[in-house]
């Protein structure tokens, strides 16, 4: 079919068949259709439903710049429309599909992705997208978090005292709430005992008795100081 033949034809036809060829996996003939529902019926609701399809279309084709510049498009051409909560979510998403998942890569990608949810909450309460954006967000912020515990942890095996203290320090002050969190206060309480700051250690020590008598036993018997700071 032409173009011409096809620009004959009404828009939800167009949107229609381009929706088919996209479901097919055949993404050339889907964004033809697109296109000719976003030039051709511009004043129809569906040329914005076919600008946000095409980004979908580079999603499908793992074209993750391209998809995140059509959806952030979307989202600011049209900041009203119905389907901003997706273009926001799909942005995070392209983000999060770009970044590796071990931790021990480069994290630019997942710190981007938590950044472009940030909010999304406040923004958009009834999102059908909010518990996919709040799993995904705690997912990558546990990334970060395992990062930050393994760059600790080298420099513990390497006795860089000091360098363990802000990582495990910082660890704990940028990610309050993650599951690394114990690991990273036996750190630091063994980083501040190495750097003779034993003082500086009774808060935390007292958590960690807390939270993990196991722990807190094996950091006694390799610290015996630690029994003064109880």
């Known amino acids: ?46 040329a914005q439903m076919a600008e946000l399809a095409i980004a979908d279309v580079y999603f499908k084709k793992t074209e993750w710049d391209l998809a995140r510049y059509s959806y952030d498009d979307f989202r600011r051409r049209y900041p009203r429309h119905e389907k901003v909560d997706y273009a926001t979510y799909q942005i995070g998403m392209t983000l999060y599909k770009k970044a590796p998942k071990f931790a021990g890569r ?46 600790a942890e080298f420099y513990a095996k390497r006795k860089a005292w000091e360098a363990v203290r802000r990582r495990s320090e910082g660890l704990l002050n940028d990610y309050p709430n993650s599951e690394f969190r114990l690991q990273a206060k036996v750190l630091l309480v063994q980083a501040l005992i190495e750097l003779d700051r034993l003082d500086e250690t009774k808060n935390l020590w007292k958590q960690l008795q807390a939270e993990s008598p196991e722990q807190a036993d094996t950091l006694k018997r390799k610290y015996p100081q630690l029994n003064t700071a109880s």
């Open 106 to 151: 480069d994290q630019k990608w997942t710190a981007q992705a938590i950044q472009s949810w940030q909010g999304f909450e406040k923004r958009f309460p009834e999102s059908e997208y909010r518990p996919e954006v709040e799993e995904k967000r705690t997912e990558c912020i546990e990334r970060l978090a395992k990062k930050e515990l393994q760059i």
């Open 1 to 46: 079919m032409s173009v011409v033949q096809a620009a004959t034809q009404g828009a939800q036809e167009q949107y229609d068949m381009g929706q088919k060829y996209m479901d097919r996996g055949n993404y050339t003939k889907a964004v033809e259709y697109f296109n000719i529902v976003r030039n051709y019926y511009r004043d129809d609701p569906l």
